[in-house]
């Protein structure tokens, strides 16, 4: 069978089945960047309606249920087949204490919070929710994804990436790690020279995969490869600043191997491909991926070279887009509903409101938080902005939940993949996460073992 044929057939073949199966137990939460197009105008940002739930059927945009409780305590047998080392040589190769995170908060920044934390959910109950769906979900969705050879499927596929690395963050367990390597493994093991992809609109020397989504088939889609990619540099960097990780020859040579890939065959490839088309991309939420990985990226790389083009996209992403009027930093203006939160739009240059859709915010929001810890650009001030915009103005109470960020509409509540980690800022905000009942999957529960974990002062 020729590799386009297989490559279509199997990648549509896991799709249909995936999409079933997130409807009956899904591991995901809203799905704001499902881009018809990929390029289509900023007006729809072409993608699903704003607000749209994440794992969704897409003929009745419902919702996907989280999985249920069920015992998944270690690696299941077909982990433990495909992992290569295994989890248990990597166990014990690395002491399995919880790892300093160069990322937190300092000591002085944090001030009173560990004291405000008592009483908290500890990282150790955090982590009993996570194994209560760590199997389920790596069965039946994060490893089918990251072996497709569709790259619809990595969209997806980047929450087991960030659910995983954050609890290896909170416990340094290494089981953890390694199944977010394993994903990342995979992926990068399917990928194909883009010459060889018979439908590419590039045809170059690159590696990449090809969707196998209906509307953009056989094409080779940045934003599917981004969302997913910004999770796999910092899983890359988590190894980068952990001594007993990057000091071990199984976690140093697979370091070594996933980062030169991610150098040319993410970053370079799309930015020789166009960067104010494929890197400076029409809204906030788009952007803020590839400000993500630049920063990442520049932590990690030895290449002076590399690392002045890896800041110049960070620089230009916060401060100064070479192809529109405004910037993330230039996009953030003081609520028109509470003077001590933030407000912002997607669409560079606007101040309109409703601003932001939260669904898309949530993904701003997961490389700020990130800026801020790493000490580079965003501060602890802007944090405790974001807290009161999510704690005060997107959820005001309990059940009810704002689809924009000045407070406006009806929102599902899912905030994942970005805004549940300002809790590692705000015990109050944690508090309340602990009782939230949208999104209860690996994701939410790794980031609230890593927000306890901060919050603690560890």
């Not at 920044?109 to 959910?121: D, I, K, P, S």
């Not at 028109?336 to 669904?359: C, E, H, K, L, T």
């Not at 309990?398 to 705000?426: E, I, Q």
Request: charged residues 20%.
């Amino acid at each position: 069978m020729s590799e386009s044929r297989r490559s279509n057939t199997s990648g549509l073949a896991l799709s249909s089945l995936l999409s079933l199966a997130l409807l009956v137990g899904g591991a995901c939460g809203p799905n704001p960047e499902a881009t018809p197009g990929e390029t289509a105008s900023v007006d729809t940002s072409g993608e699903n309606a704003q607000g749209t739930p994440e794992a969704v059927n897409p003929e009745t945009q419902t919702p996907a249920p989280s999985f249920q409780d069920e015992d998944a305590l270690a690696p299941s047998d077909q982990e433990a087949d495909a992992l290569a080392p295994s989890d248990s040589e990597a166990v014990a190769q690395v002491p399995s204490a919880p790892a300093a995170d160069p990322a937190a908060p300092s000591q002085e920044e944090l001030g009173t919070t560990a004291q405000a934390a008592v009483g908290l959910r500890t990282v150790a109950a955090w982590e009993t929710l996570f194994l209560g769906r760590w199997n389920s979900e790596h069965t039946s969705s994060f490893l089918p994804m990251s072996k497709s050879l569709d790259s619809w499927q990595f969209y997806n596929l980047g929450y087991g990436v960030d659910g995983n690395t954050a609890m290896y963050r909170a416990t340094g367990k290494t089981q953890y790690l390694d199944r977010a390597l394993l994903y990342a493994n995979n992926v990068v093991n399917n990928a194909r020279v883009s010459s060889s992809l018979p439908r590419s609109q590039f045809k170059d020397s690159y590696m990449g995969w090809a969707s196998a989504r209906s509307d953009t088939v056989g094409q080779e889609v940045p934003l599917f490869e981004s969302y997913c990619w910004r999770y796999v540099t910092r899983m890359l960097r988590v190894i980068k600043e952990t001594p007993a990780l990057y000091n071990n020859s199984n976690y140093r040579a697979q370091y070594d191997k996933l980062l030169a890939f991610t150098e040319r065959n993410m970053f370079e490839k799309w930015l020789k491909r166009g960067a104010n088309s494929y890197i400076y991309r029409v809204n906030t939420h788009m952007a803020s991926h590839w400000a993500y990985m630049a920063m990442d990226l520049s932590r990690m790389t030895t290449d002076a070279t590399k690392k002045a083009t890896y800041m110049t996209v960070f620089n230009n992403i916060n401060r100064d887009m070479p192809n529109n009027t405004s910037s993330l930093r230039g996009q953030l203006k003081t609520s028109m509903v509470n003077p001590a939160a933030y407000f912002w739009a997607a669409n560079w240059g606007s101040s309109a409101r409703p601003g932001q859709d939260v669904a898309h915010g949530n993904g701003v929001m997961a490389y700020l938080v990130e800026a801020r810890d790493a000490g580079m650009e965003w501060t602890a001030a802007d944090m405790q902005k974001f807290v009161v915009t999510l704690n005060n103005v997107i959820w005001p109470s309990a059940t009810r939940y704002a689809n924009y960020v000045d407070g406006t509409g009806s929102g599902t509540g899912w905030f994942n993949d970005g805004l549940m980690k300002l809790g590692r800022y705000d015990a109050n905000l944690q508090r309340r996460l602990e009782t939230h009942k949208v999104g209860n999957n690996t994701q939410f529960y790794g980031n609230g073992a890593l927000n306890a974990k901060v919050l603690s002062g560890q």
